[in-house]
């Protein structure tokens, strides 16, 4: 069997294309040229297929047996993907996972050269590979990657191990390499945090060639609220006896559309779990929210900084909070009081810091309007009045029980 060669030090015999490419990767240049030949090319990519296909009067490519591009790869990793196109059926999916190395490059390649079948698999392999243990250099080329070719898939993965990991979060923030794309990750998180439900952040349904390898029609249907066993008993009860009744009518259309709900698994990405963020989760996106404005407070602006949600904050996210908002110039704009989010850090600080703590507290915060600095004092005071109420309360009920007992044992 044939196989592609480079020029100028290989041949191949019946090579009928020639490919030149323009190699640019960090800031390295290469043009390198490939003899090829069309009908492998053209059987597995439908990129290929256009330009080498019998209709040769749409590209110029075509007439001269030739064609040029430029990829933001390396050449080993072009020559990797080449390999794959010349590989036997049978040895494809074993080849992708020989190459772990050169995941993110073949998955643009797959990509760029329209492989649906190898983008599919490529795309497996790398959501395998998104854990909390990887390293944040490889977690932000994955994010990065996925983000510019809207793989919702590997998205939605990664926003799973941000519910889980603060620290997976900051790993990905922290290698992310423009201001952009932290910027762009921020506003993901914050999204995630005003909505609260996993499920929303899914962009769209996986394209129609995802859904044999990762997300087939029948593996979850559309992303919808949850629905309990009973009810799924009593829908598959109806459609059973609508294809019984009327088999003509259930298309294509309707059948795909079946849900036949399974545990998670490494194609499902976990689809199965709740769709609502629970408390825990939520402590987690705190976590990661502050780390994100303590250290790209710049990034933080007001259109992320207001997608916050308030709920279970603790108080050290409390005092963040405070202070970027004054940062932003966010704390003057409630007419003769407090804002939403001050009233909220306030009632926070004061049910849980120790009194003792306060001044510290104060100490941090001298720097924003009065008004912050009065009322937390206030509540703090409310508070310990408060607790000292209940403890006198408490105290009078056990006076009285004391004194029932003493009476009962005296009449005995």
């Known amino acids: 069997m044939p196989n592609w060669a480079r020029l100028p030090d290989q041949e191949t015999e019946y090579s009928d294309w020639q490919i030149d490419v323009k190699f640019r990767k960090d800031d390295e240049t290469r043009d390198i040229s490939y003899l090829v030949h069309r009908f492998r090319l053209g059987e597995e990519s439908n990129y290929f297929k256009s330009i080498c296909g019998d209709n040769q009067t749409s590209f110029n490519e075509s007439r001269e047996n030739r064609s040029s591009i430029e990829l933001p790869v390396f050449q ?35 990509d760029y ?38 793989i919702p898939e590997i998205l939605f993965r990664m926003t799973q191990i941000f519910l889980t990991s603060d620290k997976f979060f900051c790993k990905v923030l922290d290698n992310l390499p423009t201001t952009d794309s932290k910027s762009r990750l921020l506003q993901h ?26 997300r087939s029609a029948h593996s979850r249907g559309p992303i919808r609220p949850s629905i309990n066993q009973n009810e799924y008993l009593k829908l598959h009860t109806g459609a059973t006896y609508a294809i019984g009744k009327y088999p003509d009518i259930v298309d294509d259309e309707v059948f795909n559309q079946i849900d036949l709900p399974a545990p998670p698994s490494v194609h499902s990405r976990g689809l199965a779990r709740p769709s609502r963020i629970t408390q825990n989760e939520y402590r987690k996106l705190h976590t990661s929210a502050t780390y994100a404005i303590e250290k790209y407070p710049d990034i933080v602006d007001e259109e992320i900084f207001n997608q916050i949600d308030l709920r279970f904050i603790t108080a050290e996210n409390a005092i963040v909070y405070l202070e970027h908002e004054h940062r932003l110039g966010l704390d003057g704009r409630a007419e003769g009081g407090l804002t939403y989010l001050q009233k909220r850090c306030i009632n926070k600080i004061s049910t849980e810091t120790k009194p003792e703590d306060i001044a510290s507290i104060g100490e941090k915060l001298k720097g924003l309007n009065s008004n912050v600095l009065v009322s937390l004092l206030v509540r703090t005071m409310e508070d310990r009045a408060e607790i000292k109420s209940q403890l006198n309360r408490a105290n009078g009920v056990i006076d009285r029980y004391k004194q029932k007992e003493n009476r009962e044992k005296i009449s005995g």
């Open 76 to 110: 080993e990793d072009f020559e990797i993907f080449l390999d794959y196109l010349y590989a036997e059926s049978k040895e494809k999916k074993s080849f992708i996972k020989e190459f772990p190395d050169s995941n993110l490059a073949l998955l643009y390649l797959t």
């Open 113 to 150: 050269f329209d492989l649906p079948e190898a983008r599919d698999n490529i795309t497996v392999n790398i959501i395998l590979g998104i854990t909390s243990k990887a390293s944040g250099e490889w977690l932000a080329r994955v994010y990065v990657m996925a983000e510019t070719l809207s």
């Open 189 to 214: 998180l914050s999204t995630l945090m005003m909505n609260g439900k996993l499920a929303e952040l899914l962009p769209e349904p996986p394209s129609a060639h995802c859904r044999g390898r990762i």
